[in-house]
């Protein structure tokens, strides 16, 4: 007679058991949120697809409404909307501007399907001509200080447009303050900042910057986001904004190659954490599995299935319309 050991394929021997003690809940409508590119332009049917990103487009208002009226009939409930104006300045003017672009996609939105979440990210890099998330200085440097004001009144002016949910993306120190003091000065004072308190200086954001053309024109964004080597920083910057400022919701981003920040994050701070599936990780899957080097659809549940295991309740993925499509989440 075999010697005692511990057998763990008695709870493996059928679905019904695996489901039964599984650790980690499956994938859940409300969990995902979804990425849109809206352009300001005259083409009201505007629709180009992102080359670096197959099966994502940059829209028109329009067709932005086409697009997310066929994702909310399939059950879609939160989408965050990134803008592409049609003039760039050193002051980013289309980000704050009552009718730029994102405030006039919120409000069509809003508008049309009164019960979706609705978030916008707040960054000045899409509307600056030198691309870069803040003011610059002659010499290069972004300001931190003299930044915070513009990006508190971007907040506010998508707020006012119809957003449920601001997310600061920028990394500028101190602007969750600044926009809550802002949110609350204009009465917004029930309206949630969900931070990207935790954004590496990743190469994995290529194709995003393809997608809001907003690849910075001179040096780089290493000096406000952090590096990719730390993990203590990830701690301090997430208690920062929760603890001392006042975030109600935390991002950490990208998602799959900081799963460990993602836990580290989870078990420190007690708010909400979603985590960011970028563009990169998104086109490594998605063209893997165009060429049939992978199971796509394998590959794409087992990697947001282990951003839940690591913590994250919320998942911004562009694989949203494509696992509500296929019925894959519950």
């Not at 099966?55 to 208002?61: E, M």
């Not at 996609?105 to 609705?118: C, E, H, M, S, T």
């Not at 839940?308 to 499509?325: D, H, N, P, V, W």
């Amino acid at each position: 007679m075999l010697r005692d050991f511990h057998r763990g394929r008695r709870l493996r021997q059928s679905p019904e058991l695996r489901a039964l003690v599984r650790d980690t809940p499956p994938l859940l409508v409300e969990d995902l949120i979804m990425p849109y590119f809206v352009v300001e332009t005259d083409d009201k049917h505007f629709r180009k697809e992102i080359s670096a990103m197959p099966g994502q487009y940059q829209l028109s208002l329009d067709e932005l409404e086409k697009q997310v009226e066929k994702a909310v009939d399939k059950g879609l409930t939160s989408v965050i909307i990134f803008g592409i104006p049609a003039v760039k300045d050193e002051k980013a003017g289309g980000a704050y501007a009552e009718n730029g672009i994102v405030q006039q996609a919120v409000r069509r939105l809003r508008k049309r399907f009164p019960r979706l979440v609705i978030m916008t990210d707040v960054c000045l890099c899409e509307y600056m001509s030198h691309g870069h998330c803040g003011i610059l200085t002659p010499e290069g440097r972004v300001l931190n200080d003299p930044t915070l004001e513009l990006l508190a009144r971007t907040a506010v002016s998508q707020v006012e447009a119809g957003a449920d949910v601001v997310a600061p993306s920028d990394m500028m120190d101190g602007r969750i303050a600044a926009i809550r003091e802002a949110l609350d000065q204009a009465g917004h004072t029930m309206t949630p900042i969900m931070s990207y308190a935790v954004k590496y200086a990743s190469a994995y954001y290529g194709p995003f910057r393809e997608a809001a053309e907003s690849a910075p024109s001179c040096g780089d964004r290493k000096a406000y986001q952090m590096d990719p080597g730390n993990w203590r920083e990830a701690v301090l910057e997430a208690c920062a904004d929760a603890v001392d400022e006042g975030a109600d919701a935390l991002i950490v981003k990208p998602a799959g190659p900081y799963a460990d920040i993602i836990r580290l994050v989870r078990e420190t701070v007690d708010v909400p954490l979603c985590a960011y599936q970028v563009s990169g990780e998104y086109a490594m899957i998605r063209a893997a599995g165009m060429n049939g080097w992978i199971d796509e659809q394998a590959v794409m549940l087992e990697s947001l299935l282990g951003l839940k295991r690591a913590g994250a309740k919320m998942l911004i993925t562009y694989f949203s319309e494509t696992l509500l499509e296929k019925g894959l989440v519950r």
